[in-house]
């Protein structure tokens, strides 16, 4: 699989000068990215953007290792054959045209999966957008080259994507909100050779990845794959498409996938360790918070205390608590006279800490980092997960301070932040370059917290 991921070589069959051609967006984004050799292919052309056209892929030079390809889909069984015997170990077939869409189609992929396997080329795709690798800067897709305007934004997780439009919403959602990176994001299509589980394996010893997640609308081989998600170190989010009989029905036309029995899969996955999201921004939070903490290994206890500045969002915090199997902590009697030197003498100190009263009566700043470092230092206490008011005058914690206390006491802390939009994401992002998940939504900063603590799967609607 190295050659598709750390290729010498690309050939581009397909290549356009046409500036609203999916040809020339691969082109593009290679040059801006790419460092080893490209070499567009289309017998239209003697050039493009200043690089020698060839007119067949028979004619390129060395070294290439890895073809690209995005010509109809009735060219491409020919094309795949000539790349075979021109010597190339792997194909992007980015084109569509195939399973997916008609018997004629299915015809076609049937005969690219012969050509595979009569010379062992590896195919990836069809019917896919190819591969982003953010940490190495490298683009082989035909996404739009708005890609680059923000810049890649490189982090530890990967994801596998069935889906390719699904793959570019995800990476302009990461880059344009800034809230968090990506390693690799994989579109495999109609995974006709390359599937889930080959991308897995080689994400599962890959340096740059800690976390990894999928959007799958089907598991051929079940088998290896629970084998691969049993052994694997590196946590591992899954999204399922195609569960019910109509998403099923869906997933054919989509990528020609047939999916099994939901709640067996469900199961078998709960079994081997995987965390089993449901939603498109669930697996991308629950990817992140995992990312963050992914050297902390799933806790025989799971006490956390609750640093709020709203009784009522304590309260509902400690009901999020119980639903995901975690508990609210019970407070030592050390920390419970720490917190007394800032309470008002009329208040019992509880978890959830309500820091209001104490507020009122010190400060934002020293009632809420008195009430931090007396929690850290809390040895019945597991983990914390603080709220934060921004905007106006409302406290904004200063995150350098909370990840450096936590960070001496060895204890994950997890945030939740409301008020002012752009002060809210200012925060966020502040919180991620200090590898601290800060949320928008309660709820989904307890799962998240859950997932970090328990490694366990997921409902749908949040309940065990």
């Known amino acids: 699989m190295e050659f598709f991921f750390k290729p010498r070589g690309i050939a ?13 967006f691969i082109l593009n984004n290679l040059l801006r990215g790419f460092k ?20 067949s892929v028979l004619q390129v030079p060395d070294p290439v290792d890895l073809a690209i390809i995005f010509v109809p889909a009735g060219n491409a069984p020919t094309v795949l054959q000539e790349c075979a015997q021109r010597g190339i170990r792997g194909a992007m077939i980015e084109s569509g045209g195939f399973a997916e869409s008609s018997d004629q189609g299915k015809q076609l992929q049937d005969r690219i999966v012969e050509i595979h396997r009569e010379t062992g080329i590896r195919i990836w795709g069809p019917n896919c957008m190819g591969l982003v690798d ?19 934004s490189p982090g530890r997780v990967s994801l596998v994507v069935q889906s390719g439009m699904l793959t570019a919403g995800f990476l302009i959602d990461i880059m344009s909100n800034g809230v968090m990176g990506i390693s690799k994001a994989c579109s495999i299509g109609n995974k006709a050779d390359v599937s889930e589980c080959d991308i897995l394996e080689y994400l599962i010893d890959d340096a740059d990845t800690s976390v990894i997640g999928l959007y799958l609308e089907s598991i051929p081989d079940g088998r290896r794959f629970m084998a691969l998600c049993r052994h694997a170190e590196k ?28 709640a067996v899969i469900s199961g078998a996955l709960a079994q081997v360790g995987v965390v089993e999201a449901h939603d498109f921004k669930q697996m991308m939070d629950l990817c992140r918070a995992l990312a963050d903490y992914s050297d902390i290994k799933p806790l025989d206890s799971r006490r956390v205390a609750i640093l709020t500045m709203s009784g009522a969002a304590g309260i509902v915090s400690s009901d999020f608590m119980e639903e995901h199997g975690l508990e609210v902590a019970d407070l030592s009697a050390d920390t419970v006279e720490a917190l007394k030197e800032v309470f008002p003498g009329w208040m019992p100190v509880s978890n959830p800490v309500d820091l209001w009263p104490a507020v009122e009566l010190h400060g934002r700043r020293k009632a809420y980092t008195k009430a931090f470092e007396a929690v850290c230092a809390d040895r019945g206490v597991d983990a914390i997960l603080f709220h934060a008011f921004v905007g106006g005058d409302a406290f904004r914690p200063k995150i350098s301070t909370l990840v450096e206390m936590a960070g001496k006491a060895g204890k994950p802390i997890f945030g939740w932040v409301m008020g002012k939009r752009t002060e809210a994401h200012k925060l966020q992002i502040e919180a991620k370059e200090l590898g601290l998940p800060v949320f928008g939504e309660l709820h989904r900063a307890v799962e998240c917290m859950a997932a970090v603590l328990c490694r366990r799967k997921f409902s749908g609607n949040g309940h065990k």
């Open 12 to 24: 581009v069959i397909g290549a356009s000068a046409n500036p609203v051609k999916g040809g020339y």
């Open 235 to 262: 946590p591992i989010v899954v999204l399922r498409g195609g569960k019910s009989q109509k998403g099923a029905e869906a997933a054919v036309s989509h990528t020609a996938s047939l999916a099994g029995n939901g």
């Open 36 to 55: 080893g050799g490209i070499y567009p292919v289309n017998p239209g052309y003697a050039e493009i953007d200043d690089l020698p056209c060839y007119p």
């Open 134 to 152: 953010a940490v190495r800067g490298l683009v082989f897709s035909f996404v739009l080259p708005t890609i680059w305007e923000k810049g890649l």
